[in-house]
């Protein structure tokens, strides 16, 4: 007899509007870590196994998936307007810059590019690597038609199609640490294959950068 429910005295939805834009303030400060993956998924693919080495280094989110920070701005801009907005270019140029301070500093950029979306990813990336002020280069391919990962079950089927999907023109890497740009991080399994490849193939430190972590719980 005392919940809105039972009395028929429903709360007010109306909210202050200067207590929205605080929580948005709030939410577009709060930066999501990226976790690097340490261990190869058994039996998933001939040849990788055991420990991950070298890994890559701690990455960052700039925000969780759909979340009323930049979350909805990047969800917008992947399938609304199929681009990502300046403002989301110039917050993530300025989380890289201003609360990001890896040990061995980005020197170049690449990105992971969407077989589903193709140059989506690669436009945000060359964008923020001109307001970085380091060279883009399109080292990384995937391939045309090639099955989203959030359509596989585990962490081996993630593994494998990774692996199967991603390609790498090892001619025009270069030596130093470099930033590895995504849109989504959910899985992991591609940002950890793509720092492989680039290690493999003459890279410095592969610090990855996503827009946003599909859900509050990855990174």
């Known amino acids: ?17 200067e207590l929205v834009r605080a929580a948005v303030s709030f939410l577009r400060r709060d930066l999501r870590p990226i976790k690097p993956r340490l261990l190869w998924a058994p039996d998933a693919v ?15 989110a700039l925000c969780v998936y759909g979340d009323a920070g930049w979350g909805r701005d990047a969800q917008r801009g992947k399938y609304v307007d ?6 989301l270019v110039v917050a ?4 890289i810059r201003e609360r990001w301070h890896p040990a061995q500093p980005p ?23 001109d307001l970085l ?10 391939l045309a038609g090639a099955e989203q990962q959030k359509q596989m079950q585990n962490s081996a089927q993630q593994l494998r199609n990774a692996h199967l999907k991603l ?18 991080v959910d899985s992991g399994w591609t940002m ?15 610090h990855p950068f996503a827009l946003a972590v599909a859900s509050a719980r990855d990174g």
Request: glycine content about 12%.
């Open 1 to 17: 007899g005392r919940c809105v429910n039972c009395t028929g005295q429903g709360l007010s939805r109306a909210v202050d509007a």
């Open 192 to 206: 950890t294959v793509a720092g492989w490849l680039l290690r493999t193939h003459g890279s410095g430190a592969v």
């Open 82 to 87: 199929g681009a990502f907005s300046r403002e």
């Open 107 to 129: 020197t170049w950029v690449t990105a992971l590019p969407s077989s589903a979306r193709p140059g989506l990813v690669d436009a945000f990336a060359r964008s923020l690597a």
């Open 92 to 95: 993530s140029a300025r989380a």
């Open 133 to 142: 002020g380091l060279p883009y280069v399109d080292a990384l391919t995937v």
């Open 167 to 184: 390609d790498i023109d090892g001619s025009v890497v270069l030596p130093g640490p470099v930033l590895l740009v995504d849109d989504i």
């Open 46 to 60: 001939e040849g990788l196994s055991g420990s991950i080495t070298p890994s890559n280094e701690a990455g960052m």
